[in-house]
């Protein structure tokens, strides 16, 4: 069964502190991992994209990491803000023709207390 | 370019109506996603539509049914509705069925 796992569930950090989130998966095979970033009751919005030939991305202030011989993405930021403070949800696919069938994690709860 | 829009931003029904949620996709894109985000839960895929064809579905009863238009906008409907269908609905828009997904902003359907 294709599984994304991301750990872990929830973190509170302190402003300014770096954290990073984890995202272990079973999907297979295995075409794209992305990233997203979901405020409380908004759309997730796209952070990062990586195919299997990309081990590392970045934007802005988040660096996505990705070995998909072990199956695993890691998402990083860097001098945490307020406006951080949200779900971060990794998402893996099978294959570009089939984003239908992307499985999703449950997503890791970041708060960034000042 | 504008987004993905969705309407209502808000909907209150009450338990056996019918809800039907509706979803503009970015313009040039052909697939529509739509998701389900209960209260603190990751999104739950629902339906993928695709140059106007069911292209699969999640794991829901035959009561989530929906369409694609020509113009490649989204209708989702919900019939019979139940208390626990209260949550956010989530739709996404890419083109061919790319990895390319931009969400909306969704639809919180409070089922009362």
């Known amino acids: 069964k294709n599984q994304v796992e991301q750990s872990p569930q929830s973190l509170i950090i302190l402003e300014g502190k770096n954290c990073t989130l984890q995202?272990?998966?079973?999907?297979?095979?295995?075409?794209?991992l992305r990233w997203y970033k979901q405020d409380t009751g908004r759309g997730p919005v796209s952070l990062t994209i990586?195919?299997?030939?990309?081990n590392t991305k970045s934007n802005g202030r988040y660096t996505a990491t990705l070995d998909a011989d072990t199956k695993q993405s890691s998402l990083h930021i860097t001098a945490s803000q307020l406006s951080d403070s949200a779900s971060y949800i990794c998402?893996?696919?099978?294959?570009?023709?089939?984003?239908?069938?992307?499985?999703f994690g449950d997503g890791t709860t970041l708060t960034v207390k000042p | 370019e504008a987004g993905v829009t969705q309407s209502p931003t808000h909907l209150i029904k009450t338990r056996g109506q019918q809800a039907t949620l509706r979803c503009s996709p970015i313009?040039?894109?052909?697939?529509v996603y739509w998701y389900q985000q209960a209260l603190g839960l990751g999104l739950q895929f629902l339906l993928w539509?695709?140059?106007?064809?069911?292209?699969n579905r999640g794991n829901f009863p035959p009561r989530f049914s929906g369409r694609q238009f020509p113009n490649y906008s989204s209708e989702l409907n919900v019939n019979a509705l139940e208390l626990e269908d209260s949550a956010l609905y989530l739709c996404?828009?890419?083109?061919?069925?790319?990895?390319?997904?931009?969400f909306g902003s969704g639809t919180r359907l409070t089922v009362v």
């Open positions: 996404a828009s890419s083109f061919q069925g790319t990895y390319g997904y931009t």
């Open positions: 995202c272990n998966y079973t999907v297979s095979p295995f075409s794209n």
């Open positions: 990586m195919t299997f030939s990309e």
């Open positions: 998402v893996v696919s099978i294959s570009n023709t089939n984003a239908g069938k992307s499985t």
């Open positions: 313009s040039g894109h052909t697939s």
């Open positions: 539509y695709d140059e106007g064809e069911e292209r």
